[in-house]
T-cell receptor, first 116, second 110 residues
C-alpha cells in the first residue's frame, strides 16, 4: 500500500508570504504528526493530530498551524514566512494515537521549503 | 526536558565492516524507534523497540530500558547503509511527540 505522501516536494517562497503543505497518511492511519528539520536545530516536533483533533503541540510560534480532515489528510500552514523557516518539513502517520503501545510511526519524503 | 544523545556523531566504515551505534536517554520512555534518513531526506523506520532485542536482516537493535540506552548493530555494512541514523523517544505523558537525537552520520566506502 502507498506510504505517506507529502506535497509539494520542493518550494521556494519569499519572506512575508505564507505556505501550505499537505500530507496524506498511509491508508487506515488516523494519526498525523509534523516535524521540522534544520541543520542547526535537528528534528523538532510541530504538532500531532488524531481524528481531526490536535493532541499535542511543539514549541513553535503561532505562525505555524495545522489541521486534519475527516479523511485523515492533514495540512500545515506557515504564515508570514521568515528566512529561518527554511527547512525540511516531515509528516508522519501511525495507526493509533501517539503514546499507544506498539504504535510504529512512518514518515513521508518531506517538503523542502526555501524562504528567500 | 529529556536528553537524547547519540554516539558517535560520525562514522566511516569500509564495506563489509560491522558497527554499533548508541542512543542514551535521560528519562523513562514509552516508545523508542530507530530511523535511517536517506540522501533524499526520507526517514525510514528501522525498529520500534522500547525494550528488548529485535533483528531484521543485517540490522539488529537492543534497548535496555532500565539503563536508558539503546544500541543499533549493523553487520556486513554496504554502501547503501550510508546516511544518518536517528533514535527517537516518546515520553509517557507526551504521546505523539517524538524527541530525536542529533543522529549518527554513517559513510560506508566501497
Amino acid at each position: 500500500k502507498a506510504g505517506v505522501t507529502q506535497t509539494p516536494r520542493y518550494l521556494i517562497k519569499t519572506r512575508g508570504q505564507q505556505v501550505t503543505l499537505s500530507c496524506s497518511p498511509i491508508s487506515g492511519h488516523r494519526s498525523v504528526s509534523w516535524y521540522q528539520q534544520t541543520p542547526g536545530q535537528g528534528l523538532q516536533f510541530l504538532f500531532e493530530y488524531f481524528s481531526e483533533t490536535q493532541r499535542n503541540k511543539g514549541n513553535f510560534p503561532g505562525r505555524f498551524s495545522g489541521r486534519q480532515f475527516s479523511n485523515s489528510r492533514s495540512e500545515m500552514n506557515v504564515s508570514t514566512l521568515e528566512l529561518g523557516d527554511s527547512a525540511l518539513y516531515l509528516c508522519a502517520s501511525s495507526l493509533l494515537a501517539g503514546g499507544s503501545s506498539g504504535n510504529t510511526i512512518y514518515f513521508g519524503e518531506g517538503s523542502w521549503l526555501t524562504v528567500v | 526536558g529529556i536528553q537524547v544523545e547519540q554516539s558517535p556523531p560520525d562514522l566511516i566504515l569500509q564495506e563489509g565492516a560491522n558497527s554499533t551505534l548508541r542512543c542514551n536517554f535521560s528519562d523513562s520512555v514509552n516508545n523508542l524507534q530507530w530511523f535511517h534518513q536517506n540522501p533524499w531526506g526520507q526517514l525510514i523506520n528501522l525498529f520500534y523497540i522500547p525494550s528488548g532485542t529485535k533483528q531484521n536482516g543485517r540490522l539488529s537493535a537492543t534497548t535496555v530500558a532500565t539503563e536508558r540506552y539503546s544500541l543499533l548493530y549493523i553487520s556486513s555494512s554496504q554502501t547503501t547503509d550510508s546516511g544518518v541514523y536517528f533514535c527517537a523517544v516518546e515520553l509517557y505523558n507526551q504521546g505523539g511527540k517524538l524527541i530525536f537525537g542529533q543522529g549518527t552520520e554513517l559513510s560506508v566506502k566501497p
